[in-house]
């Protein structure tokens, strides 16, 4: 008798693309890279995600131009340069049988920000950061994002093509280091997110005003990654489902159903942003997949796959989640930080993997032995 598959542990197809399992490394911003550059920290980083048997290591936002830089440290793919490190970290994360990923991002009016552990807020733009003069400030409108926070420029037509081709040119950079999925950041206040909300978004132009209007940069943008992002490999979009100041869960559903024939293949559902940090970066305390109905709306809703996350910790809570039909893929973050192996665990708790077999054997040999005599 053929034993029962657990969801978390069936294979995915998305386009040419095979994920072992359902679970995703949400791509998490550590603020660590050197002038955009990836570094020997972020190798070992990525090393235990895909030694733990992820089935998709994302790769953490990376910035699309020097503009859209948001902290000190983020990783970049604005030149050509930064594509070895990435590539080296892809073929690492190959080599252990787990599929690679890299979010790509412009932070807008959430530029120019100190490290999360050296404060919330601003940097001081009277003064030299780190050798560095600072950058400009850009959105869609001149508002910002906090009190105390700077005025960004409105971005005019000329700026808004520049940015859309900027990440079009990263979609090249990403494939070319060897990436398998990519994922457009359209969450958590930044440009794209900036663009869709009626709070953030004041223009008066062609992408102002109505929603049609306010989607036009997220799916031009969209359009533009996927001419220079291979057919076979699969497209992601993060959105906040929903805001607090203004964008509905019905508005991405709205929007996952535009993006899905530009060739989107999964919505990630995160939420929050525009105007406060994002949930999973406040000290507000959320109950155990606290979004999962969000993901659950749009798969329903939009006929879209969806990308569960916030506060998914639990083995039988994930499984659930996949299921249910609440989602295609769980992705968790600061459970990786804390578990690197959660996905190894949760195999051996679903009585799929006692042995140890999907570690590598360098561990599960020994492993396997500790559990035979009685440790757990």
Request: include cysteine; proline fraction near 5%; charged fraction near 20%.
């Amino acid at each position: 008798m053929t034993k029962h598959l657990p969801a978390l542990f069936t294979s995915l197809k998305i386009r040419d693309v095979t994920l072992k399992n359902r679970i995703m490394v949400s791509p998490m911003s550590m603020y660590s890279a050197i002038d955009g550059y990836a570094t020997e920290w972020h190798y070992t980083h990525y090393a235990k995600y895909a030694t733990g048997g992820a089935g998709l290591v994302c790769i953490e936002a990376s910035k699309v131009d020097t503009n859209g830089v948001g902290t000190l440290g983020d990783l970049g793919l604005w030149k050509d340069e930064h594509i070895a490190p990435i590539k080296r970290i892809a073929d690492m994360i190959r080599s252990e049988g787990s599929i690679s990923g890299i979010q790509l991002n412009h932070s807008g009016r959430k530029a120019g920000t100190a490290r999360p552990w050296h404060g919330f807020g601003p940097l001081d733009r009277s003064v030299k950061v780190e050798g560095r003069d600072h950058w400009p400030v850009v959105a869609p409108s001149p508002i910002a994002y906090l009190d105390g926070w700077p005025v960004p420029r409105e971005l005019t037509q000329d700026g808004i093509d520049e940015v859309i081709a900027a990440f079009a040119q990263a979609a090249r950079r990403a494939n070319d280091a060897g990436i398998d999925v990519l994922e457009i950041h359209g969450a958590h206040g930044y440009l794209i997110h900036e663009f869709l909300s009626p709070a953030a978004n004041q223009r008066k132009d062609r992408y102002g005003g109505s929603m049609e209007n306010r989607m036009r940069f997220a799916l031009e943008v969209t359009q533009a990654v996927r001419r220079c992002w291979p057919a076979g490999k699969p497209l992601f979009f993060r959105v906040s489902a929903q805001d607090e100041n203004g964008w509905t869960i019905g508005d991405s559903i709205v929007l996952a159903r535009e993006l899905k024939p530009l060739g989107v293949d999964a919505i990630d559902c995160s939420s929050g942003g525009i105007s406060v940090r994002s949930p999973t970066a406040s000290n507000i305390a959320h109950q155990l997949g606290f979004q999962v109905p969000f993901a659950e709306a749009i798969r329903r809703e939009a006929d879209i796959m969806t990308i569960a996350v916030g506060l998914i910790v639990k083995t039988q809570q994930a499984e659930g989640i996949l299921a249910n039909g609440q989602a295609d893929i769980v992705a968790l973050g600061r459970e990786m930080l804390y578990n690197p192996f959660w996905p190894i665990h949760a195999a051996a708790e679903l009585g799929l993997d006692p042995e140890f077999r999907n570690m590598p054997e360098q561990y599960g040999w020994w492993l396997a032995r500790r559990a035979k005599a009685g440790y757990k």
